[in-house]
């Protein structure tokens, strides 16, 4: 793990790294020292570890709750290469976009990313922890919708060191199975008028999860509308479940 | 408006009261003077004013938020006399108890229930504003499931005082052309295996809500089985609406 660069804004540190040629991100308080709960972001599908909504959420888990917050760019995405098979999604995309669905399309894809991203993620997560300010000791978090949840729901299932995830946008196709290994506290966004993901497949996604604990929370609009209120929600979410001392805890 | 006692607990007042009589019990900080938020709080079929929930979760609005907190008893519930109606009520579900679904009795009953509940909370909500420490300037809101929406989601479509609402455990039978005059931000609780809701029968009552702010929060576990959680989120979908300087406004 190689840091590449560090500002700071607003009591937030960002950081830029690279593990393994992968670049990321870590956001954490300011001078920052001993272990803390670390949340996982995983960007959409197009997008990179630093599109403006992730840094948003970084600096709000940061600043209302002193986490660490870190995020990787996806094989295909942000500062890295793209393969053969990127480009041949990307002009499939292209070509199916006069009004045909490309549901399966996207959920082909996004499985064969989950299988090179996984690991990928699992390996940060040992460098991160070696870390003097995330340390080992504390519980770790994943929040990530559309793609985000197509990599977050198979990494999830596979990683022990994720308690708590906020996942979303996505349907049951190549998600199901591994959601039915899925064990912990899960909160699951859904968009009543998603125009990429069918009703039904969301809410059979939210079905399948394994967890004992998963509120699903769905909201009118489309797949890009989640409503703003709802990172108060999952901030809520993380605290209760990854601050053993959090007042949340206890109020119920 | 004539108040029958005062008790206080850990900073918490509970004054009992009469309006038209109709027995209620209004909760709110102690000494608190100034106008102030008020929510509602509807209880559930069999319970009452003062069932061990609603005792609960006022003590919570009031702690946390300042809010002041009042709930009556519904027609034919607590110390109010059944009406030979009431009387029947009981009776059917006690002969259909042997398997027959009472769903739709349960819709039939809670149908007039509302008829009669409506114009005696707008005649309490009259009063309440009077008093020195509620005050007609500040925003109300209205929590109740099951019997509690049966009641509130009318309520909410007849009294344009009533700002926000968490409704929940009941289905479209019988309210979803009321929902679809309710326009004030919605927290609806369904419970994804309730024993008395058909998951349709929920899905469809969310959807029937005309409110452009509407989250569906949905959790695994049965009618009673509503996680201790959703209090806590209550608390704070209440304090975004009717304090309007809370921080979650921004946060988002």
């Known amino acids: 793990m190689r840091f590449t660069s560090e500002t700071t804004s607003n009591g937030v540190s960002e950081q830029l790294f690279v593990i393994d040629d992968i670049p990321g991100v870590l956001w954490s308080p300011v001078g920052a020292t001993g272990g803390r709960p670390l949340v996982l972001l995983g960007h959409g599908g197009g997008q990179h570890k630093k599109a403006p909504g992730l840094v948003a959420r970084a600096h709000h888990y940061v600043s209302s709750r002193g ?3 870190a995020a990787l760019d996806a094989p295909g995405h942000g ?3 793209r393969t ?5 999604f990307v002009a499939g995309i292209r070509e199916r976009a006069a009004g045909k669905p490309v549901g399966s399309l996207i959920a082909d894809y996004n499985a064969s990313l989950a299988e090179r991203a996984v690991p990928e993620w699992r390996a940060a997560l040992d460098s991160l922890q070696e870390l003097d300010h995330i340390g080992t000791g504390g519980p770790m978090g994943f929040w990530g919708v559309s793609m985000g949840s197509a990599i977050g729901v198979p990494l999830a299932a596979a990683e022990p060191r994720i308690a708590a995830a906020v996942f979303g946008l996505t349907g049951r196709e190549a998600l199901a199975e591994a959601a039915a290994r899925v064990t912990i506290p899960v ?7 998603d125009e990429l993901v069918p009703r039904d497949s969301g809410l059979a ?8 604990e998963k509120t699903l929370h769905a909201n009118p609009g489309g797949h890009v509308g989640v409503p703003a209120f709802e990172l108060e929600s999952s901030q809520h979410f993380f605290a209760r479940h990854l601050l053993q001392s959090d007042a ?4 119920g």
Do not use: G, H, I, N
């Not at 053969?84 to 041949?88: G, I, K, M, S």
């Open 248 to 251: 949340s805890d206890t109020a």
């Open 187 to 193: 909160q699951f966004l859904l968009q009543w008028d």
């Open 79 to 81: 500062d890295r290469p």
């Open 67 to 69: 986490f660490a917050v």
């Open 205 to 212: 996604l939210f079905d399948a999860f394994a967890s004992r």
């Open 84 to 88: 053969e098979q990127d480009e041949r």
